[in-house]
């Protein structure tokens, strides 16, 4: 399944809007009953409206009746580049996942379909602010 997720993630890439920062991400967000949701960041020419690839798979599920997500692959790089490096995701969308994710949501950062790196939630975003807080 973590393969399938990350040629997902390349796929979900090839339709990322960058003329910007020239910086192609994709993801590829695997829910609880098996459907996987890709996202891509799409730019804008006022900048602050951009949005990254990790957040648009997560609207597009959300937005979709999807609350319950497994893991999400993650592959970035700058349009030129033949080899990817890995593409951790930033922290507002590591906030986003905190709020429909358990601490054990699994974060896969992929160069290639067999390079990968697999992190859960909770390391990436440790001692955070929840839904719980708010209780
Ligand atoms: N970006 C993502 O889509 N996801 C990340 O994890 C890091 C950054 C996007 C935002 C912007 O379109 C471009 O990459 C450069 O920051």
């Given at each position: 399944m973590i393969e399938k997720l990350i040629e997902e993630a390349f796929l979900a890439r090839e339709c990322a809007y960058t003329p910007y920062s020239h910086f192609r991400v994709g993801a590829a967000l695997l829910a609880e009953n098996g459907t996987i949701y890709r996202g891509c960041n799409i730019e804008n020419a006022?900048?602050?409206?951009s949005n990254c690839a990790e957040r648009t798979a997560f609207f597009k599920a959300v937005s979709e009746g999807e609350r319950s997500f497994r893991a999400i692959a993650i592959v970035g790089g700058?349009?030129?580049?033949?080899s990817l490096d890995y593409c951790a995701p930033c922290g507002v969308c590591r906030q986003v996942m905190r709020e429909f994710c358990?601490?054990?949501f699994r974060i896969i950062l992929a160069k290639s379909a067999t390079e990968y790196q697999v992190y859960t939630l909770k390391q990436l975003l440790p001692e955070s602010f929840g839904p719980d807080n708010l209780k």
């Open positions: 006022a900048y602050t409206p700058k349009e030129d580049e033949e358990p601490d054990d």
